[in-house]
């Protein structure tokens, strides 16, 4: 028989021992040394089924293919443009990908995405070299007009989304702002002046006590005060806003 020496979302450093026997399986940020699992970094624990996992508190984001990313363009090419994706690695979207729109060879393709501007997109490829390629072809992906943009630690990102998306599909419903949030640590916020700054204010709160019980209860108490006397957003909006944030989390 196994023993888990540790808590649901406790916070352990690298080498603490986790379990003991074989009935706990290392998962990510995790190793076995003999019969005992060890943690391999700075996080929190969780614990699903047999698997145990380490959520890292600290770290830059990695990219992956499939993450969807809130990225600015840096520089625009004959062919495409170049996104800085919150990493040491930037990335590519062709003309192709970016939109279903027939571009002629040699356009001006400023007119359609300029520098400076940011955009919702999907990572589709990553090599072994580091080269990204990107679509914005999928729900919910597009050039973002507007609104305000804020980073968060992407290591926070899950909980700030929530399961199949539901901490953040509250967070829009209560404020009437429109919200992605990347994999990468980049957020968009578009609403009026008082739903943007509720919406800023929740997410930090999900961001510092991420590690604590209870905070999906907090952050609503939160919402249904601050938000008392706003009106709700239409339920087509929030359907359109929430189809690719929920897959991030499938």
């Not at 076995?32 to 699992?37: I, L, N, P, Y």
Request: glycine residues 10%; neutral net charge; aromatic residues 4%.
């Amino acid at each position: 028989m196994g023993e888990l020496l540790v808590k649901e979302k406790e916070i352990v450093v690298p080498g603490e021992e986790l379990a003991k026997g074989m009935s706990y399986l290392p998962g990510q940020g995790c190793y076995r040394k003999d019969d005992e699992v060890l943690s391999s970094k700075l996080g929190l624990v969780n614990v699903d089924g047999r698997a145990i996992k380490i959520i890292p508190l600290t770290g830059t984001y990695n990219p992956k293919r499939n993450d969807v990313i809130i990225g600015n363009v840096i520089d625009v090419s004959l062919y495409g443009w170049r996104i800085h994706t919150n990493s040491a690695y930037s990335a590519m979207l062709s003309a192709k990908d970016a939109t279903n729109e027939f571009i002629e060879k040699g356009a001006d393709l400023t007119q359609y995405i300029n520098l400076g501007e940011y955009v919702a997109a999907k990572i589709i490829k990553v090599t072994s070299q580091k080269l990204i390629d990107l679509t914005m072809k999928g729900p919910g992906l597009r050039k973002l007009a507007g609104g305000r943009i804020i980073h968060v630690n992407n290591n926070k990102v899950p909980r700030i989304i929530g399961k199949q998306g539901s901490m953040i599909s509250m967070i829009k419903d209560a404020t009437g702002a429109r919200i992605i949030v990347g994999q990468n640590g980049v957020a968009w916020i578009q609403g009026d002046p008082e739903g943007e700054l509720i919406a800023i204010n929740a997410i930090r709160m999900i961001e510092e006590q991420s590690h604590i019980s209870g905070l999906t209860d907090r952050v609503k108490e939160y919402l249904d005060k601050a938000c008392k006397g706003r009106p709700k957003r239409a339920r087509e909006e929030r359907e359109d806003d929430n189809n690719h944030q929920g897959e991030q989390n499938e």
